[in-house]
């Protein structure tokens, strides 16, 4: 992540904490992402610099007045004002995991072989979110064919290692 995006996610959520509006500035930086990506006509206006800026904010007015909180509109329009409405979508990943930090969201990847059903899925997570003291828990499930059995899980830059794999070879180091 570079500092642009960084210091913009960091400005807006401040702004979300101020108005107590965390999870609906997350869905309408959402829906403006996906239309901005979505959208090869709305990223050629906005990113043109042949068009003028008033026109670029009135396609922005059009488009968007109604479907999104005036705050994202205006910080919308403010990236194309600075001309930095290329860095949107980064700017909202960044702003995702600031405010799932703020929330007290636990991120994590489980790694299986095979696939897990759902009670199973819910009690890794409960345990892991219990264990780390989390509110709740936003898992991602990946399936590695390559692995024997036993899960891996992933929380961060830690990985805890159950597989079948990662098993012997702690018993070999322990023995050798």
């Known amino acids: 992540m570079s500092v642009i995006e960084k210091r913009y996610a960091e400005a807006l959520i401040d702004i979300a904490i101020l ?3 965390m999870d609906l500035y997350v869905t309408d930086l959402h829906t403006a992402v996906s239309a901005y990506s979505d959208s090869p006509e709305l990223q050629s206006i906005l990113l043109n610099p ?8 009135a396609a922005l007015n059009n488009i968007f007045t109604g479907k999104l909180n005036p705050a994202i509109l205006n910080f919308i329009k403010l990236l194309v004002e600075k001309g930095r409405i290329q860095y949107l979508p980064a700017i909202l990943r960044e702003f995702s995991d600031i405010a799932d ?3 007290n969201i636990l991120h994590m990847t489980i790694i299986s072989p095979f696939p897990l059903d759902e009670l199973q899925i819910k009690r890794l997570t409960e345990k892991y979110r219990k264990l780390h003291g989390s509110a709740s828990v936003k898992a991602e499930f990946r399936l590695d064919k390559s692995l024997l059995g036993g899960i891996k899980v992933v929380i961060g830059d830690k990985v805890i290692d159950g597989t079948t794999a990662g098993k012997l070879k702690a018993l070999k180091d322990v023995l050798v």
Not at 50 to 57: D, F, P, R
């Open 19 to 21: 108005n107590n509006s």
């Open 50 to 57: 042949g068009v003028a800026v008033e026109n670029k904010l």
């Open 101 to 103: 930090e703020k929330r």
